[in-house]
């Protein structure tokens, strides 16, 4: 997917419904900045949102995935590639997130080590060493939460009983025992309870 070619696409229907990014941005509900945004390739728009916008500037969804305009006699062969760049391209933003959520995890917990380290052994006031340490305790509270965030958001829980895969609430994962990516919950869709297995993709 092309994020600058779609950006142009989306910039160009939009002029050809003589809007202006304000006036595009108030009908949708978000900020002109959002809009300029997408028009720029910076970002795509949600996957929420995707559907009005395009009701909006007079597309269909995989017009602006596309980049263009495409002919009604092959559109079921493109909607199909459409499909599934669009989930790559969400597998691979899942990924992207999870990844970071390690390497994050790394850094917090080496400046936990040295912060802590040095208060148990350098000749310092006891002060100092209680800043240190409670500096230390912030870090990796501070990326627990960041972790869990992302637990949450990136890619999707499996329930092992009916196979639903959803996005979880927060405070599910919150208060779920788990085993690495492994989660202990109860599924929204069949509410029995399980090991709930971190998959990248919506479909199977
Ligand atoms: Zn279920």
């Given at each position: 997917m092309d994020q600058i070619a779609i950006g142009k696409f989306i910039s160009e229907c939009r002029k050809?419904?003589?809007l202006t990014q304000a006036?595009l941005a108030?009908?949708l509900?978000v900020t002109d900045r959002a809009v300029s945004k997408w028009e720029t390739g910076r970002s795509m728009p949600d996957?929420?949102?995707?559907?009005?916008l395009?009701?909006?500037i007079?597309?269909?969804?995989?017009?602006l995935?596309?980049a263009?305009?495409?002919?009604?006699?092959?559109?079921?062969?493109?909607?199909?590639?459409?499909?599934?760049?669009?989930?790559?391209?969400?597998?691979?933003?899942?990924?992207?997130?999870?990844?970071?959520?390690?390497?994050?995890?790394?850094?917090?917990?080496?400046?936990?080590?040295?912060?802590?380290?040095?208060?148990?052994?350098?000749?310092?006031?006891?002060?100092?060493?209680?800043?240190?340490?409670?500096?230390?305790?912030?870090?990796?509270?501070?990326?627990?939460?960041?972790?869990?965030?992302?637990?949450?958001?990136?890619?999707?829980?499996?329930?092992?009983?009916?196979?639903?895969?959803?996005?979880?609430?927060?405070?599910?994962?919150?208060?779920?025992?788990?085993?690495?990516?492994?989660?202990?919950?109860?599924?929204?869709?069949?509410?029995?309870?399980?090991?709930?297995?971190?998959?990248?993709?919506?479909?199977?």
């Amino acid at each position: 997917m092309d994020q600058i070619a779609i950006g142009k696409f989306i910039s160009e229907c939009r002029k050809e419904k003589h809007l202006t990014q304000a006036q595009l941005a108030e009908r949708l509900g978000v900020t002109d900045r959002a809009v300029s945004k997408w028009e720029t390739g910076r970002s795509m728009p949600d996957a929420s949102i995707m559907l009005e916008l395009c009701e909006q500037i007079g597309i269909t969804v995989n017009d602006l995935l596309n980049a263009r305009r495409i002919e009604m006699n092959n559109y079921k062969e493109i909607a199909e590639k459409t499909m599934l760049e669009m989930r790559r391209h969400e597998e691979q933003a899942s990924k992207k997130m999870l990844m970071y959520e390690v390497v994050v995890g790394i850094i917090c917990m080496a400046v936990f080590l040295v912060l802590t380290g040095v208060a148990a052994l350098a000749d310092i006031e006891n002060r100092i060493k209680i800043i240190l340490i409670a500096t230390g305790l912030l870090t990796v509270v501070g990326y627990s939460l960041i972790a869990l965030r992302i637990e949450t958001e990136a890619g999707y829980y499996e329930c092992p009983n009916c196979g639903e895969r959803y996005v979880p609430r927060y405070r599910s994962v919150l208060f779920a025992p788990h085993i690495n990516r492994t989660r202990y919950m109860r599924c929204p869709h069949c509410s029995k309870k399980g090991w709930h297995k971190k998959v990248l993709t919506k479909e199977k």
